[in-house]
T-cell receptor
């Protein structure tokens, strides 16, 4: 039982490049979330998917897109990376009957 | 607007001393409350949670937290800190209206433990 997995663990991009961060969960959870973590700012919600087939913006969605590919997978795409998107990105999932979220190990992204 | 505040950015305690990390929230009703811990380079691990009932909740690793409605607070405590408790701690709040399950996180408190 792997829980929530994220790939890659580390990535360096040049300004303007694109990439997709992958997230998968094997707990049969309905809801999935993408956060970014920056020093002194805690975790901020980028996008979330309350259930398969739906996605909604969070607090800081600009510059990102998401896809809920199926119940297990929720990807985050940066179409044209900017230095301001240098951050650690966390994916999380939640069961339908709980508010408790389970987190993946994170992806450390640097945009130069 | 809904918000979560952790007033202490850094806290240093001696090993064996007691610990209290503060968390305050702004919301018109009782939210769901969580404390998470993040070790360096790791993801977030849930320490404890409060949904309803007894306002003193016990968590893993010897941590406890107390919900005080009158103070809109959910402070985390541990009677005797171990060196392995050095980490960053996040308070998070969920709001029962709707079913999005969204959480709002505080800014985090970094705990340093002196030998």
């Amino acid at each position: 039982n792997a829980g929530v997995t994220q790939t890659p663990k580390f990535q360096v991009l040049k300004t303007g490049q694109s990439m997709t961060l992958q997230c998968a969960q094997d707990m049969n959870h309905n809801s999935m979330y993408w956060y970014r973590q920056d020093p002194g700012m805690g975790l901020r919600l980028i996008y979330y998917s309350a259930s398969e087939g739906t996605t909604d913006k969070g607090e800081v969605p600009n510059g990102y897109n998401v896809s809920r590919l199926n119940k297990r997978e929720f990807s985050l795409r940066l179409e044209s990376a900017a230095p301001s998107q240098t951050s650690v990105y966390f994916c999380a999932s939640r069961a339908a009957d709980s508010y408790e979220q389970y987190f993946g190990p994170g992806t450390r992204l640097t945009v130069t | 607007a809904q918000s979560v505040t952790q007033p202490d950015i850094h806290i240093t305690v001696s090993e064996g001393a007691s610990l209290e990390l503060r968390c305050n929230y702004s919301y018109g009703a009782t939210p769901y409350l969580f404390w998470y811990v993040q070790s360096p380079g790791q993801g977030l691990q849930l320490l404890l949670k409060y949904f309803s009932g007894d306002t003193l909740v016990q968590g893993i690793k010897g941590f406890e937290a107390e919900f005080k409605r009158s103070q809109s607070s959910f402070n985390l405590r541990k009677p005797s800190v171990h060196w392995s408790d050095a980490a960053e701690y996040f308070c998070a709040v969920g709001f029962p209206s709707g079913n999005t399950g969204k959480l709002i996180f505080g800014q985090g408190t970094t705990l340093q433990v002196k030998p």
